[in-house]
């Protein structure tokens, strides 16, 4: 399967504890979804509309609308490419949590899609050495857009452990303008 669309909603879980998630190739596919149980799980009239909202949207196929709509009703929305989604190394239940993980860190970081794939080049993964041998291994995955750090420890029994920052850059040596003591010293002594 090549690229493809992902929804997943943390409010509704399995048995196991895992987020509720659909793959489609088309926004259209998650309808029935939108329309009915998640429409169905919201106590007031603004969650209704946002749901309402979502439903025109997907209809339209307008992926950034859409996902901004559902963002608001706590569903991550988000596009995929490959197979879905690739969780090489991982244990069984690992696997299960790990898009729910991604979803939670995704409620908080509003401008950027997190990849599902934890082999995506953006994520930074520490396996940690097994300490049972055949047993699975801990992680720890970092990912950073620039303006949030998402970082997701997980144990071999697939419990997760999500923290999300925002950065506050203290230096960057490609932008012209930074505004750090030692950049504000270099301009000042240039223009002298």
Not at 25 to 34: D, G, H, K, N
Not at 149 to 166: H, I
Not at 170 to 184: A, F, K, N, P
Request: aromatic share 10%; hydrophobic share 35%; net charge negative.
């Amino acid at each position: 399967m090549g690229e493809h669309y992902l929804l997943l909603d943390l409010d509704n879980r399995d048995d196991d504890g895992n987020g509720f998630h659909i793959k489609a190739t088309s926004l259209a596919e998650f309808i029935p979804y939108v329309a009915g149980p998640l429409r169905g799980d919201m106590t007031g009239p603004e969650g209704r509309e946002h749901c309402e909202n979502a439903i025109d949207y997907l209809r339209r196929e307008r992926f950034d609308l859409a996902r901004q709509a559902l963002q608001e009703c706590g569903v991550c929305l988000s596009i995929e490419d490959g197979e879905f989604p690739v969780l090489a190394g991982l244990t069984e239940r690992q696997a299960a949590a790990w898009p729910g993980a991604v979803a939670e860190a995704q409620r908080y970081v509003p401008c950027s899609t997190i990849p599902v794939d934890i082999d995506h080049y953006e994520w930074r993964v520490t396996w940690a050495d097994e300490t049972r041998p055949g047993r699975g291994r801990m992680i720890d995955a970092t990912w950073c857009d620039g303006e949030y750090l998402v970082q997701v420890r997980m144990d071999v029994y697939g419990y997760p452990s999500v923290s999300v920052a925002e950065t506050r850059w203290l230096h960057s040596g490609s932008y012209e303008e930074c505004d750090c003591t030692w950049c504000e010293r270099e301009r000042e002594d240039e223009y002298q």
